[in-house]
């Protein structure tokens, strides 16, 4: 290895060396380094080095170029590397394969009471309280931005002890001094800025756990925030604040500095979460990896699972086109958006009187408020629409007048700025086809309010057709009980899965829109630089906000069932989800007005809090199966390898078909003509009383025939375990697309129920 060296710092000063005598008359780029994640044949460490981080260090030719060594999630580090590094490494045989680093987005109340959260009924044998007492066990990590620890929705009051177990630590900072701001609820918080900082790409923040983003901050607080009264955001969804599980512990991650989160950070903090002894991950941030062996998130979660903790994912932001859904690894749960009970109504009256309906979040000058005021809806050159993007807008035309804007290409808030900065009063945010009739309130630097495209079409033809428009904006506050809700959103990302189609993604939907939550005071609420507005809760919507709802769901299951396993915690949260609206009706999609919602938008449905907490069945999966999962994607020995980190694995009995995995879904795929019949065995476990007798129910689409075998469950004792066989039999000559159906196991007490989506493919 001393060879490997010294060749590496040879080729290192020639290298150098040839660029200096060259530097004025060669045209050779001049080699940058990069990040890399390598993996290592851990088992190869000779045993003169006492750690694998000293053994690593060998493998390069400067040692501080090492950025992490992973224990838990990985077996191997991270390192900036010059191309010629890369290819040396390569090369070696105690290195099985090396990945660029890759960056991660974060997929940017009234909840708990639309959740049934607030009620003093009994959960499980238990009542609100008592069950509010046994989270207090559960320890909640959020991988984000950071935390605000100032926040009221992180104080300790009424908390016991920190639980012993507990191995992490809050770590100190310029702006973050842990005998202040870690307490009995935030008993952790660490940063992990080094993979971020070797890309240059890094926000000029404090390198601290503070969140100087507001990201992480809400995120965390709506999985677990402690119950703060009196909470709004300027007077809008004014009320008693709270996470879904208001008493667990909170670990803050910091791998997000502004919109940056590095893969190689993220490595690391799921690294140290696992041994600090997390029960529950909540992970708000997402890429387009297209396989697992190489997604960070996909590779710290398998190693989660393997130590108990569940990890609660978002499926990002890119709805409503299919095959968007991200974080589709069947060990992680994938959480998809839909709307509350709760809107922000403000009214566009029309010069011609036609009133029309939107949403806003205005708190401004009340004066504006029932003022005609001119309408314009500028467009340039050949364009017919007005995105209002940055320097599009001549003052001389839109000042002192409301402008019409489209959405899309730019930012919702950026849009308002741009209307302000061209001395704008006012602006009317109108929806497009691509986002349908999805409402998104924004607190705007001017009176603002957003409509659908069946509105906004109204609105762009009285412009074009009205010599004189003219309008008034109207401001109506808060209302709840809103009808139909949920509405699964145009935003939240869709299946089928990309990498793996036999596995139905997303899993539940939670709610993502307009999520009240904790946010730090020196973040106006637009993240705008300009916006000097200061609030300690704030009004965002995002998958990133459905997916703590979930995470803290999941820490109330853990701390009723402390000896589920992840998978089946997951499972009594997909089974027990609901798909019906509060007008009885099959969910609707905002994507497009009056179409129902499906599994590929919805998944199982959505989260039903109570229910979860007693399924009566659950679908376990082990760590075997899912590795016989992995062998069924054709993956290298060396890529599942590097997701499993072990080396007495085979691939010897590995499913014929990837969607044979004990799954709490069923995503059915069938070759037209080609292959027409698809035979999945299911493992259920009975978690309920003894003596549990379940009965299967069927609904499937006309063009395909489906059998379960046996028909009737019957349980002797608790913690037994029975199977059944479904077989889906597709027609003859159905055309490509999709359809979708349910099984369901039901006794007088539980429902357990499975989504079908079935496709047919040439």
Not at 676 to 682: K, L, M
């Amino acid at each position: 290895m001393g060879a490997l060296i010294t060749l590496l710092s040879t080729i290192n000063i020639l290298l150098l060396l040839f660029l200096f005598l060259n530097s004025s008359t060669s045209s050779l780029p001049i080699p940058t380094k990069k990040t890399y994640i390598v993996h290592m044949k851990h088992h190869l460490k000779p045993p003169h080095f006492s750690t694998h981080q000293e053994w690593y260090k060998t493998h390069l030719s400067n040692q501080n170029s090492l950025l992490y060594t992973y224990n838990m999630v990985y077996n191997g580090f991270a390192a900036t590397l010059y191309p010629h590094e890369v290819e040396i490494l390569r090369q070696s045989k105690t290195v099985i394969n090396i990945y660029e680093d890759t960056f991660y987005i974060p997929q940017t109340t009234r909840t708990p009471e639309f959740l049934g959260l607030d009620k003093t009924n009994f959960f499980a044998g238990r009542t609100l309280p008592e069950l509010n007492n046994a989270a207090q066990d559960v320890i909640i990590g959020v991988l984000d931005s950071g935390v605000w620890p100032e926040s009221n929705s992180f104080n300790d009051v009424g908390m016991s002890s920190v639980p012993s177990r507990w191995r992490g630590k809050c770590e100190r900072g310029l702006d973050f001094d842990p005998d202040l701001h870690c307490n009995r609820k935030l008993i952790g918080a660490v940063y992990f800025a080094e993979g971020c900082k070797a890309s240059g790409s890094c926000s000029k923040e404090v390198e601290s756990p503070r969140d100087h983003n507001g990201h992480g901050t809400h995120t965390a607080s709506t999985a677990a925030g402690s119950i703060v009264a009196n909470a709004s955001l300027f007077g809008y969804a004014k009320g008693t604040a709270r996470g879904m599980a208001p008493q667990a512990r909170l670990a803050s991650y910091k791998v997000c500095w502004n919109e940056t989160c590095a893969g190689s950070d993220i490595l690391a903090a799921f690294d140290r979460a696992i041994m600090d002894g997390v029960d529950v991950l909540s992970v708000s941030l997402s890429n387009n990896a297209t396989t697992y062996y190489s997604d960070p998130i996909a590779l710290g979660a398998f190693a989660a699972i393997e130590k108990g903790i569940l990890v609660s994912c978002s499926a990002g932001n890119a709805g409503p086109w299919e095959s968007t859904v991200v974080n589709t690894a069947p060990w992680v749960i994938t959480v998809g958006a839909a709307t509350l009970d709760r809107d922000f109504p403000a009214t566009v009256t029309l010069g011609n009187g036609q009133k029309l309906q939107g949403v806003s979040l205005y708190s401004g000058k009340i004066e504006m408020e029932n003022k005609l005021l001119t309408l314009v809806y500028p467009q340039g050159g050949n364009s017919s629409s007005n995105l209002c993007l940055r320097g599009s807008l001549d003052p001389s035309t839109v000042s002192g007048k409301v402008v019409l804007c489209d959405r899309g290409a730019n930012d919702r808030v950026e849009k308002g700025l741009v209307v302000k900065e061209a001395d704008g009063v006012g602006m009317i945010l109108a929806n497009t086809p691509e986002t349908g009739e999805e409402l998104l309130a924004d607190s705007h630097l001017l009176p603002a309010v957003a409509v659908g495209r069946k509105v906004g079409d109204v609105i762009r033809e009285y412009v074009k057709t009205e010599s004189n428009p003219t309008v008034v904006l109207s401001f109506g506050g808060t209302v709840v009980k809103v009808k139909p809700s949920p509405v699964v959103v145009t935003f939240s990302s869709r299946g089928p899965n990309p990498i793996a189609p036999q596995i139905l993604k997303p899993d539940v939907i939670g709610p993502g829109v307009n999520i009240l939550a904790a946010w730090p005071e020196t973040v106006g609420p637009t993240s705008l630089d300009v916006d000097t507005r200061k609030t300690s809760f704030n009004i965002v919507s995002g998958t990133s906000m459905s997916c703590p709802h979930v995470t803290g769901v999941a820490a109330l299951v853990k701390a009723v069932h402390p000896e589920w396993s992840p998978s089946a915690i997951k499972s009594a949260i997909m089974t027990t989800a609901y798909t019906r609206d509060n007008t009885n009706s099959s969910f609707r999609d905002s994507a497009q007005d009056g179409t129902f919602s499906n599994p590929f938008a919805h998944g199982s449905g959505h989260v039903n809090p109570q229910k979860a907490l007693s399924p009566g069945l659950i679908y376990d999966i082990r760590i075997q199966d899912h590795i016989k999962f992995l062998c069924s994607l054709d993956y290298s020995m060396d890529e599942i390898q590097s997701i499993v980190k072990r080396l007495n694995f085979t691939c010897a009995n590995k499913f014929a078909d990837a969607g044979q995995i004990n799954y709490p879904s069923f995503s059915v795929l069938f070759r037209i003509n080609l292959k027409r019949v698809v035979r999945y065995t299911r493992e259920v476990t009975n978690v309920g009383a003894a003596g549990s007798v379940y009965e299967v129910a069927i609904d499937a689409p006309s063009s395909v025939t489906v059998t379960v075998k046996p028909e009737k469950l019957v349980f002797k004792k608790v913690g037994e375990k029975l199977h059944y066989t479904v077989t889906f039999v597709s027609k003859k000559d159905v055309k490509p697309g999709n359809a979708f159906g349910w099984i369901s196991w039901k006794n007088a007490e539980n429902e357990v129920r499975s989504p079908v989506a079935y496709s047919w493919m040439t």
